[in-house]
């Protein structure tokens, strides 16, 4: 059973500030992974889709990496601006697991003007 | 058109009443899902339609029963609900195994 795990649960920092969220799967077997963000009481909007065949993927400020032999996946935030304040989520889908998507936990971000 | 619709945004009902949430997109994507999300928790996949075909989680009870009137509307009906249903329900959509599209849910509190 793929189980995703997201570190930190929370985190605070300065504005400006570079930050790295973390993402790891138990089961390599992935048909690709996908970065939410998710402001409180709202939808998910999705930031970046990674396929299983990809490394990376970029979009602004945002930039996504996969090492699926490892099983992580890393979605780095460069300036951050308190605008980015919201939570982070990751979730995977497997290559058997037709249109389930597995989820992490969600790192809960907060960007300090 | 690039967005899922979700109505209502907000509802408030009670446990002998029967509702439906709606769910509208255009983007010609051919599958449809719902979501159930508790507090501080990730989403929970309950129905998906992909091609017209229903596949069910088969943890959801059956006080919850979706219809698909047609490939860009996805409805869920609700009957008999328990407090514990309250919840954020969310739709979303994407071409299947493609990058899913969710809309901005409809927060149901059942009194």
Known sequence: ?113 | DTEVTQTPKHLVMGMTNKKSLKCEQHMGHRAMYWYKQKAKKPPELMFVYSYEKLSINESVPSRFSPECPNSSLLNLHLHALQPEDSALYLCASSQPRDRRTFGSGTRLTVV
């Open chain 1, 1 to 113: 059973k793929q189980e995703v795990t997201q570190i930190p649960a929370a985190l605070s920092v300065p504005e400006g500030e570079n930050l790295v969220l973390n993402c790891s799967f138990t089961d390599s077997a992935i048909y690709n992974l996908q970065w939410f963000r998710q402001d409180p009481g709202k939808g998910l909007t999705s930031l970046l889709l990674i396929q299983s065949s990809q490394r990376e993927q970029t979009s602004g400020r945002l930039n996504a990496s996969l090492d699926k032999s490892s099983g992580r996946s890393t979605l780095y935030i460069a300036a951050s601006q308190p605008g980015d304040s919201a939570t982070y989520l990751c979730a995977v889908r497997g290559e058997t697991s037709g249109s389930r998507l597995t989820f992490g936990e969600g790192t809960q971000l907060t960007v300090n003007p």
